[in-house]
């Protein structure tokens, strides 16, 4: 069942059977087409520090975008 379907994922709750043979109920999220890259500048790479409200703190990840047509 769809719960959400927004312009860059989609979310839905579906049955799923887990490897331990029981049955669950589970939220997918399908995030649409995207793209990271890894700056390398000599023995550095670069990264951001970005502010994640999920998890109410900040994490370090490679500059990434959404992929569009064209």
Not at 7 to 14: A, T, V, Y
Request: charged share 25%.
């Amino acid at each position: 069942m769809e719960i959400f379907r927004g312009r860059r994922l989609w979310i839905e709750q579906k049955e799923v059977r887990l490897p331990n043979g029981l049955v669950r109920n589970k939220l997918i999220v399908h995030p649409s087409n995207a793209v990271a890259i890894l700056p390398i500048e000599g023995d550095t790479c670069k990264l951001l520090r970005q502010y994640r409200p999920a998890i109410w703190d900040y994490i370090i990840e490679a500059p990434a975008g959404a992929l569009e047509p064209g």
